[in-house]
């Protein structure tokens, strides 16, 4: 049962290129979330987004940018990659809550993206 | 969100009990205490939450004490598939924040 899936496992990009990580969620989830993980450092929120064509900066946003056309997509950009974005990318979904009920927070399998 | 404190690491034999402490004495009245976990190159994986009072699921048991300061996460009989790393997470229950998560506890389960 297929939840939140991105569009790539590995990546290996080079240095100036555009890069987009598309990532897809099935549970008409409201907010999604793009983190990237590096070691030592923990999971980093780069950008949120809680409506289409709503978004919100993380802790990390410089160098990215995001994308919420659907309610079901949300796209990380780095519009020109270096090479400290190597990273471990991971995405994420989460309902709205309201009342006492908590709603699980799904991640996708992460991108490893390499930039050279 | 409170800040959580957990060990870097600890090592549980196959089929015993794993407990796995957290603390968080900075909580406030409206925060929940939630548990994840991240096996080796997936995403994290949420295992259990709770409030104030003491939580079972199919997947572990949750002890919080009665000041809320600190908490357990209990895996009553772990296998080598549990050894991940295991982030122990404080916030108010909107699911517009995103979570905060730590260095988190790496479990090594051994045979």
């Known amino acids: 049962d297929v939840k939140v899936t991105q569009s790539s496992r590995y990546l290996v990009k080079r240095t100036g290129e555009k890069v987009f990580l598309e990532c897809v969620q099935d549970m008409d989830h409201e907010n999604m979330f793009w983190y990237r993980q590096d070691p030592g450092l923990g999971l980093r929120l780069i950008y949120f987004s809680y409506d289409v064509k709503m978004k919100e900066k993380g802790d990390i946003p410089e160098g990215y940018s995001v994308s919420r056309e659907k309610k079901e997509r949300f796209s990380l950009i780095l519009e020109s990659a270096s090479t400290n974005q190597t990273s471990m990318y991971l995405c994420?979904?989460?309902?709205?809550?309201?009342?006492?009920?908590?709603?699980?927070?799904?991640f996708g399998p992460g991108t490893r993206l390499t930039v050279l | 969100d409170a800040k959580t404190t957990q060990p870097t690491s600890m090592d549980c034999a196959e089929g015993r009990a794993a407990n796995l402490p957290c603390n968080h004495s900075?909580?406030?009245?409206?925060?929940?205490v939630y548990w994840y976990r991240q096996i080796h190159s997936q995403g994290p994986q949420y295992i259990i939450h709770?409030?104030?009072n003491n939580e079972t699921n199919e997947m572990a048991s949750l002890i919080i004490t009665e000041d809320r300061k600190s908490s357990t996460l209990i895996l009553p009989h772990a296998t080598l598939r549990d050894t991940a790393v295991y982030y122990c997470i404080v916030s108010r229950d909107t699911g517009r924040r995103a979570l905060t998560f730590g260095s988190g506890t790496r479990l090594q389960v051994q045979p």
């Open positions: 709770g409030l104030k």
């Open positions: 994420a979904s989460r309902s709205h809550t309201s009342g006492s009920s908590y709603n699980e927070q799904f």
């Open positions: 900075t909580i406030s009245g409206n925060e929940y």
